[in-house]
């Protein structure tokens, strides 16, 4: 069965420290991972995706993201955090059974502290 | 191009009554997908339609419902309510297989 893991609650950062959300996934196949990012009351957010390619993915407001097959794991940085950067980090795998379903983390809530 | 809206944002509901939730795709995109957010379930897929029918359907009660119309917008319905369907609806909508763009979510209260 396909699954994500996100094993941190809370990631608490200083800003202008690097930051860093971990992720590991388990799936059948070659994985489709994303990070999506959520602000109170809102939305998700799309970050960045991995599909194929460089294993380094630059996404949306500075993050970028590690895919590491053998680890099975896509953990999302950012080099300098932003205050601004506090929210709740999605990490999603996607269901490769033909149909448009994203199997989500449970989420990790990043406060950066001025 | 706007993105994908969803109507109402807020609703308050009494246990037993029904609702309807409404979502607008992004222009162009075919696929609408469904997800509940609570605290303590976290993301949880419901349903995904494309081209008016649906093509999967998460692990939910049949007081779970939806449709979608032939200009892609997307209604859910859930009967009977339950003070444990309170939660953040949120719809998706996609162009291409993997890339998923969310609403707003509407935000259902149930006394």
């Known amino acids: 069965a396909q699954s994500v893991a996100q094993p941190e609650d809370q990631v608490n950062v200083a800003e202008g420290n690097p930051l860093t959300v971990k992720c590991t996934y388990s799936?059948?196949?070659?994985?489709?991972l994303f990070w999506y990012v959520q602000y109170p009351n809102r939305g998700l957010q799309f970050l960045l995706k991995y599909i194929t390619g460089d294993n380094l993915v630059k996404g949306s407001y500075g993050f970028e993201a590690e895919f590491n097959k053998s680890q099975t794991s896509f953990h999302l940085k950012k080099p300098s955090a932003l205050v601004s950067d506090s929210a709740l980090y999605f990490c999603a795998v996607y269901f490769s059974g033909g149909y448009n379903k994203l199997i989500f983390g449970a989420g990790t809530r990043l406060a950066v502290h001025p | 191009k706007a993105g994908v809206t969803q109507t109402p944002r807020y609703l308050i509901k009494t246990r037993g009554q029904q609702v309807t939730l409404s979502c607008s795709p992004i222009?162009?995109?075919?696929?609408v997908s469904w997800y509940q957010q609570t605290p303590g379930q976290g993301l949880q897929f419901l349903f995904e339609?494309?081209?008016?029918?649906?093509?999967n359907k998460g692990n939910f009660p049949g007081r779970f419902s939806g449709r979608q119309f032939s200009n892609s917008r997307s209604e859910m319905n859930v009967s009977t309510l339950e003070l444990g369907d309170s939660a953040l609806y949120l719809c998706?909508?996609?162009?291409?297989?993997?890339?998923?763009?969310f609403g707003p979510g509407t935000r259902l209260t149930v006394l």
């Open positions: 799936v059948s196949g070659n994985p489709y």
């Open positions: 339609y494309f081209s008016e029918t649906q093509r």
């Open positions: 222009s162009g995109h075919r696929s």
């Open positions: 998706a909508s996609s162009l291409v297989r993997n890339e998923q763009f």
